[in-house]
């Protein structure tokens, strides 16, 4: 009977290893793509995968938006978000979308961001310019989590400062990791309020994080060849994955061990980025040599994009030629926005798998039913 319990207990475990580990055990998905239109670029994808933001451009100004930004659905295509800021704020920079549909982002006069404002976006309904703090005229929105709680950057007497938002207030966030350095931009929130993002002293950049009510942000350490040169750009909606690079390699960061991963390149890159991640622990961002190459990592292996395409118009993209293409976001169910080359013109993109990808919830239940077999195992031994 001991004998039995252990043996059941054994699968317990192997199931509990398999909802922490097996995304990564899975072979790559292939995908099916869609335009988001020529001169477009996706920026961010929802948790849940139902949203993408991206912002258009002008051929004329490089990646200038004379417009205010779109948000995407499957069911409903393109819609251009309400304009923000004064008639001055000509461009904008959608950085984020929740499950709700609420966009976060910022406008500015110019196509290098000077006077910029972060603003909120309603599900494509209305905008709104949100509070910066006394004495600061600028700021900008990079992060929201599913509760709204927004994420940025204010800047006040010629330097940043990471920040939070809500419609009504605007907080710096003052703490400091322990060797000192200013957290100056935070790139992204999880849905319990932590916050990752880049921080600045002497000897250059750290990659950081910060729990609510916590005295000290996290620094998240270095790659070889990355002391002083590291940026945190993306946290996973649990907060328990975050991405970016550290010297020349993309990494992959997780608090609850603290350990910080680089992410292999593939043959020929010289340098990437993680841009974003999610709760499976994937991985999507840019490689580069001579041109910018998108890719994604599983947990195990990364993959050009390129090569997970299907379909007839899968040979009209070109994910490895230009200087732009890029993979921004990554939503919990594998669907992917970017932009790169169609029939020779930047276009933005949405990659959906062609099956569906387990989500992290689904490991959970796997778990959880493993520890419901040996509990009742054991009152029946009883």
């Known amino acids: 009977m001991k004998k039995n319990l252990l043996h059941i207990a054994y699968i ?56 205010a930004g779109f948000l995407w659905t499957q069911s409903g295509g393109v819609v251009t978000l309400p304009r923000a800021g004064t008639t001055n704020h000509v461009d904008a920079s959608p950085n984020a979308v929740n499950n709700s549909g609420m966009v976060v982002g910022a406008v500015s006069t110019t196509t290098v961001g000077a006077s910029s404002l972060p603003v909120l976006y309603s599900n494509s309904s209305s905008s709104t310019v949100l509070p910066l703090p006394s004495g600061s005229f600028a700021g900008r929105a990079f992060g929201i989590n599913n509760s709204g709680a927004i994420a940025g950057s204010i800047l006040s007497e010629g330097n940043w400062y990471a920040a939070t938002f809500t419609t009504t207030n605007a907080s710096v966030l003052m703490q400091t990791p322990t060797n000192g350095a200013i957290l100056q931009y935070a ?51 649990s907060g328990g994955y975050i991405t970016g ?97 169609f029939d020779g013109v930047v276009t933005g993109f949405v990659m959906i798998p062609n099956s569906p990808i387990p989500e992290p919830s689904t490991y959970a239940l796997f778990g ?3 520890l419901a077999l040996v509990i009742a195992y054991r009152r029946k031994v009883a």
């Open 187 to 237: 790139y992204g929130i999880a849905n319990s309020g932590r916050v990752a993002g880049q921080a600045g002293y002497l000897a250059g950049t750290i990659g950081y994080y910060l729990d609510p009510g916590a005295s000290n942000a996290v620094d998240l350490g270095s790659l070889p060849g990355g002391d002083g040169n590291t940026v945190a750009f993306a946290i996973s909606g």
């Open 12 to 67: 317990a475990g192997m199931f509990l290893t398999f909802s922490q580990w097996g995304a990564k055990a899975q072979t790559p998905p292939t995908y099916s793509i869609y335009s988001l239109g020529a001169n477009t670029t996706g920026l961010s994808v929802s948790q849940d995968g139902n949203y993408v933001t991206g912002f258009y451009y002008s051929t004329n100004a490089g990646f200038s938006n004379p417009e």
């Open 368 to 370: 959880l039913g493993a």
């Open 245 to 341: 690079y550290s010297g020349a390699s993309p990494f992959i960061y997780q608090p609850g061990t603290a350990t910080i991963t680089a992410i292999p390149m593939l043959a020929g890159w010289t340098g990437g980025e993680g841009r974003s991640v999610n709760d499976l622990g994937w991985v999507v961002g840019y490689g580069s040599s001579a041109t910018s190459i998108p890719f994604l990592f599983n947990g195990t292996s990364t993959y050009g994009l390129q090569g997970l395409l299907t379909g007839t118009d899968s040979s009209r993209w070109n994910m490895t030629s230009g200087d732009a293409n890029g993979a921004y976001g990554i939503s919990d169910n594998g669907i992917i926005t970017g932009r790169a080359l």
